[in-house]
């Protein structure tokens, strides 16, 4: 469904991505951990098109792009991949003049061109699945922030992605209002949508994940399943990182 190879991103001299390679499976849920700074969420944005790698090739479904300084990016690519990822970000990134229903209805209106009709009972059927169809007419300042971003995983999901993207979806919410969304991305999960998440929950990247990524310093140094990763591995960066996450949770 996914692959990266030899994906580098700089930011004038610092060194954002530093060959990544990935592949994800269709229908798997690939959880992505690291410190601060590692370059997690660059990965996701080179994923949706909204950064440009500077050097490799991406590949998601059956779109592939290769970057480099001598190659002109292509408008008609671009679209190709970005039409198959939906990305969740921290802040919700909600219309304020919009109600919820008309946040998820914007997207496949204008970009999709679906009639009102489709698009509106297609948002209703995902409201039902969050579990805010009650606040269809609701504005996002009346929502709390685990509801808003219920919100914003519906607007993607509305656009019929292959793929969801989230960016530390839970990083900008109350304790108490976490468990809500990570309910919703559960779900997802167990019901096959392919996903790569950015999270420091890391008791939901042990129930969940079906592969875990660890980032550092723009690199990926390990990867594997859960158990490969909290119980059995031998990384010391790792195995730093780890500690370092339990004594804050602790």
């Known amino acids: 469904m996914i692959r990266m190879e030899g994906i580098h991103k700089h930011f004038h001299d610092l060194h954002v991505l530093n060959h990544i390679d990935l592949d994800v499976e269709k229908g798997s849920?690939?959880?992505?951990?690291?410190?601060?700074?590692?370059?997690?969420?660059?990965?996701?944005?080179?994923?949706?098109?909204?950064?440009f790698p500077d050097q490799g090739t991406l590949s998601i479904a059956k779109a592939t792009m290769t970057f480099s300084g001598e190659v002109k990016?292509?408008?008609?690519?671009?679209?190709?991949?970005?039409?198959?990822?939906?990305?969740?970000?921290?802040n919700y990134n909600l219309f304020?003049?919009?109600?919820?229903?008309?946040?998820?209805?914007?997207?496949?209106?204008?970009?999709?061109?679906?009639?009102?009709?489709?698009?509106?009972?297609?948002?209703?059927?995902?409201?039902?699945?969050?579990?805010?169809?009650?606040?269809?007419?609701?504005?996002?300042?009346?929502?709390?922030?685990?509801?808003?971003?219920?919100?914003?995983?519906?607007?993607?999901?509305?656009?019929?992605?292959?793929?969801?993207l989230f960016d530390e979806p839970t990083s900008a919410l109350d304790p108490e209002l976490v468990g809500e969304v990570l309910k919703v991305m559960k779900d997802l999960a167990f019901e096959g949508m392919t996903m790569v998440i950015v999270t420091h929950e890391m008791g939901f990247a042990k129930e969940v994940a079906d592969q875990v990524v660890i980032m550092d310093q723009g690199a990926i140094i390990e990867r594997g399943t859960p158990a490969d990763i909290f119980d059995a591995s031998t990384n010391e960066r790792t195995l730093q990182f780890l500690r370092k996450v339990n004594r804050k949770t602790d």
């Open 29 to 51: 849920t690939t959880v992505v951990i690291g410190p601060s700074g590692s370059g997690k969420t660059t990965l996701l944005r080179c994923l949706k098109l909204l950064d």
């Open 73 to 90: 990016l292509n408008k008609t690519d671009i679209r190709s991949i970005r039409k198959h990822t939906g990305m969740v970000f921290q």
């Open 96 to 164: 304020p003049h919009l109600t919820v229903l008309q946040n998820i209805m914007e997207g496949p209106v204008i970009v999709l061109k679906q009639s009102s009709k489709t698009a509106k009972d297609k948002a209703l059927s995902i409201l039902d699945k969050v579990g805010l169809r009650d606040r269809a007419d609701y504005y996002p300042h009346q929502l709390s922030g685990g509801q808003q971003q219920r919100v914003g995983i519906a607007r993607a999901m509305a656009m019929n992605p292959e793929v969801l």
